[in-house]
Nanobody
């Protein structure tokens, strides 16, 4: 059974930093595409970043240059380093994983972690 468990959310002032973590079990992060999505109140869930088994990570334009996605395959953990946070980054952040050989067709989701940025 696949489980993705996020941690590291919280409240921070604009310009601050947070790092989200996502520990995967029943799932091999090194062989799969993983990503981060977010959902702000009243808005649809949106893609933030992804990191595939090969190739360079991808970022939404709204976070490019401020957020960094990475994986520690030895720990089966995905990270999202968020710097220069803005109030518009306030959302619930979700970790996502795709089955092996499924590209980045995400099937597995974490429970979400709240990030609140105040001005």
């Amino acid at each position: 059974q696949v489980q993705l468990v996020e941690s590291g959310g919280g409240s921070v002032q604009a310009g601050g930093s947070l790092r989200l973590s996502c520990v995967a079990s029943g799932f091999t992060s090194s062989s799969s595409c993983m990503g981060w999505f977010r959902q702000a109140p009243g808005k649809e869930r949106e893609w933030v970043a992804h990191i595939a088994r090969v190739g360079t990570p991808g970022y939404a334009d709204s976070v490019k240059g401020r957020f960094t996605i990475s994986k520690d395959n030895a720990k089966n953990t995905l990270y999202l380093q968020m710097d220069s946070l803005k109030p518009e980054d306030t959302a619930i952040y979700y970790c996502a994983g795709a089955p092996v050989l499924a590209g980045c067709a995400f099937r597995y989701w974490g429970q979400g972690s709240q990030v609140t940025v105040s001005s």
